[in-house]
């Protein structure tokens, strides 16, 4: 079966409209399959666009977007939540980006090795590691050996700990975390200790234990929206296990097929909660990231060939 014989509509046109460069981008490099090095006027769009050229503006020489000494500071909107929305857009490194990624490898992680915001004890914090490895990964740090210590540290929690992965705040069960530590495995075009299979094997298993009951008290997950930050939903979720070989699994499917019960008459998919960040779309309107997201897990899931150029 081919992916496009499960939609609606063909939306991929629609996400190639020059408004929404982030999406272009994207779409041009996953769904079309072009080398970056066919994207460059793609990546300046980028750049150049408006809520990226504000962020840009608003970067302090001396605290960026928050305050130096604490990364996390700001939540959404501070140093970590604003190089986390730039990775997620898929912007690509520029001069703002570089002091800001060290002054996050310089106060973003503790002695053990584990990335977390400051104050926040002793346990793993497995979505801001997760979220912390996608932007130094994505803007080029992945051979740094900051960065790959935090690799070794994430797959020694994973190891040690595959079965419950609990929130650092009260010890419930994580997957938001084990979803992001598993989108940063995904994002990692490195060699880098967390791409192991062993570690994305048991970070699935631990997603596809759960049962997920969207009609009932799981019902939340269907909420999807992008920007993200430390939550998730359940349009990230089959896009990172679109990537792995448990896309095949009868509860990846399942997932996938209530996605594609969410779509609209267009083959577009709705943002269904209000951004922390960035409120470029209108909630309950169709959201190019979050169609483009869905489309891209079809195209990994359901095979055929990519969308011919």
Not at 1 to 12: G, I
Not at 52 to 62: F, Q
Not at 226 to 232: E, G
Not at 254 to 274: H, T, Y
Request: net charge negative; with cysteine.
């Amino acid at each position: 079966m081919h992916w496009m014989d499960l939609v609606a509509r063909d939306p991929v046109p629609w996400l190639l409209d020059p408004g929404n460069p982030s999406v272009r981008l994207q779409t041009l490099k996953h769904i079309y399959g072009r080398p970056a090095a066919q994207l460059v006027k793609e990546q300046r769009a980028l750049l150049d666009w408006e809520p990226v050229a504000n962020l840009r503006r608003h970067c302090d020489p001396l605290h960026f977007w928050g305050r130096a000494e604490s990364p996390y500071y700001g939540g959404p909107v501070g140093n970590f939540g604003t190089l986390y929305l730039l990775a997620q857009m898929g912007v690509p490194r520029h001069p703002e980006i570089e002091p800001a990624c060290e002054n996050l490898l310089a106060l973003g992680r503790r002695q053990d090795g584990h990335y977390a915001p400051q104050g926040g004890g002793a346990a793993p914090w497995h979505c801001y590691a997760g979220m912390a490895l996608h932007i130094l990964t994505h803007f080029g740090y992945g051979d740094d050996p900051r960065v790959q210590s935090a690799w070794e540290a994430l797959v020694e929690t994973v190891r040690n700990d595959p079965d419950h992965l609990g929130c650092a705040m009260d010890d419930r069960a994580c997957r938001a975390g084990a979803v992001k530590s598993l989108a940063a495995i995904i994002h990692c075009d490195t060699d880098a200790p967390g791409g192991d299979e062993a570690t994305m094997d048991r970070l699935c298993a631990y997603l596809l234990r759960h049962t997920f009951d969207l009609e009932g008290e799981d019902s939340d997950w269907t909420k999807s929206r992008f920007p993200r930050f430390y939550d998730t939903d359940l349009i990230e979720l089959c896009h990172v296990l679109a990537h792995t070989a448990h896309r095949a699994h009868p509860t990846s499917q399942r997932l996938l097929r209530f996605v594609l019960d969410l779509q609209d008459a267009d083959g577009r998919w709705n943002k269904q909660k209000v951004t922390p960040a960035l409120a470029i779309e209108r909630i309950f309107q169709p959201s190019r990231w979050l169609t483009f997201e869905a489309v891209h897990a079809l195209v990994l899931s359901y095979g055929g060939t990519l969308y011919a150029s």
